[in-house]
């Protein structure tokens, strides 16, 4: 089987760094990504990580170790609109599908 | 540029009617997914097609059944809906299952079944 575990909710203040954990457990890993998802609203693509190490996009980084079967995405300088659900995803084998985790929601207060 | 279009986005059916939701991309992508997402549950993987041609169960595909039409189409059936059914269903799409890639999705269908 497969599944990804992350903290349900998370709070942090504006101007604050939050970080979202995920472990996962998958047959034949092979990457892992982050999405984001304003209520009501589609997921949109973050980041990814197919390496062990950390991955930087602006205020977002992205950090995994396959050795731990653990990654985490790191927020900075947290705004109000960084209020949101945020998900991991697993890849799986080449030719399986993308699995997501039950999401973690922000809040972020001024 | 339309990416992922979803239709219907809102629909209500009764306990026992069928529907198809339907999906398109026009990113010349491979692969397709779909997705239901439930309070509390994040997105589960319906059913997903690696390329035109195949299609695969994901995690919950009892009640439902795919078609990959074309590379640009991919659509979810409900034969008997359910009130268990009831969700905000979503389709994906990336250029490869299993690269690391982005997955694009559409806007959701917003299902209730009473």
């Known amino acids: 089987g497969q599944s990804l575990e992350q903290p349900s909710e998370v709070t942090a203040v504006e101007g604050a760094i939050v970080q979202i954990n995920c472990t996962y457990q998958t047959s034949g890993f092979y990457g892992l990504s982050w999405y984001q998802q304003h209520d009501g609203g589609a997921p949109t693509f973050l980041s990814y990580?197919?390496?062990?190490g950390l991955e930087e996009t602006g205020r977002f980084s992205s950090f995994l170790s396959r050795s731990d079967s653990y990654g985490y995405l790191l927020l900075q300088e947290l705004q109000m609109k960084d209020s949101a659900s945020y998900f991991c995803?697993?890849?799986?084998?080449?030719?399986?599908?993308?699995?997501f985790g039950k999401g973690t929601t922000l809040s972020v207060s001024s | 540029n339309a990416g992922v279009t979803q239709t219907p986005k809102f629909q209500v059916l009764k306990t026992g009617q069928s529907m198809t939701l339907q999906c398109a991309q026009d990113?010349?992508?491979?692969?397709m997914y779909w997705y239901r997402q439930d309070p509390g549950m994040g997105l589960r993987l319906i059913y997903y097609s690696a390329s035109e041609g195949t299609t695969d169960k994901g995690e919950v595909p009892n009640g439902y059944n795919v078609s990959r039409l074309n590379k640009r189409e991919f659509s979810l059936r409900l034969e008997s809906a359910a009130p268990s059914q009831t969700s905000v269903y979503f389709c994906?799409?990336?250029?490869?299952?299993?690269?690391?890639?982005?997955?694009?999705f559409g806007q959701g269908t917003r299902l209730t079944v009473v």
């Open positions: 990113m010349n992508h491979n692969s």
């Open positions: 995803a697993a890849n799986n084998q080449a030719g399986t599908a993308l699995i």
């Open positions: 990580n197919g390496l062990d």
């Open positions: 994906a799409s990336t250029q490869a299952t299993g690269l690391p890639t982005e997955a694009f």
